[in-house]
């Protein structure tokens, strides 16, 4: 799975027809949706599709025709997405209307075609789902850890100093397990 951390346009046209689509991180959503209806007044239709990762692990997914013949745009976009194996991101497309009708396989295809063109611009992120560990070292063993976890690429979330630092790190269980033998037998695990 996989997900994107900035926004991507792509304007796709099919007989006289503009499909403007925007991929965005899913918290971005609801302020990105706002913002287009503002830029675009005389756009006719803002189909969307999107899923995200709920607290539970689980994929939810939604999608709006907004106006267009059932199932002709929406589905479809959200299905490019779910193909594409997309997680916690959102597509919006603006549909201008050209004045010549696509028909429902045209709509699909165009809506589908739309939300491909803007994934090949977009740069991905694999999906790793965290865990949160603590370690705990004395002030002179403080450096060797933090070149430790700079060296496997694992992020410091925060550090609590006391008569000892305490590191909070953020990782997947696959990269703990790796890392955890590395650890100096200094470094306690809490």
Not at 25 to 30: A, D, K, S
Not at 85 to 112: C, D, E
Not at 132 to 137: D, N
Request: net charge neutral; hydrophobic share 35%; glycine share 8%.
């Amino acid at each position: 799975m996989k997900f994107v951390k900035q926004e991507y346009e792509n304007t796709y046209e099919e007989k006289k027809s503009k499909f403007i689509a925007h991929l965005v991180p899913y918290e971005e959503f609801e302020v990105l949706m706002q913002r287009l209806k503002q830029e675009h007044p005389k756009g006719r239709h803002f189909v969307y599709a999107y899923r995200y990762l709920n607290e539970y692990g689980q994929v939810v997914e939604n999608s709006s025709d907004d106006g267009e013949p059932k199932g002709t745009s929406g589905k479809p976009s959200l299905a490019v997405l779910s193909g594409a194996g997309i997680i916690n991101s959102a597509v919006i497309i603006v549909r201008y209307f050209g004045g010549v009708k696509l028909g429902t396989g045209g709509l699909v295809r165009a809506y589908g075609s739309s939300v491909n063109e803007v994934l090949d611009k977009a740069e991905f992120f694999e999906y790793k789902n965290l865990i949160v560990k603590k370690l705990a070292c004395e002030y002179q063993d403080l450096s060797k850890l933090e070149y430790l976890l700079k060296t496997d690429g694992i992020n410091i979330k925060s550090k609590e100093f006391s008569s000892f630092v305490i590191l909070y790190i953020e990782l997947s269980k696959d990269e703990w397990n790796d890392f955890l033998p590395k650890l100096p037998l200094s470094i306690k695990v809490k």
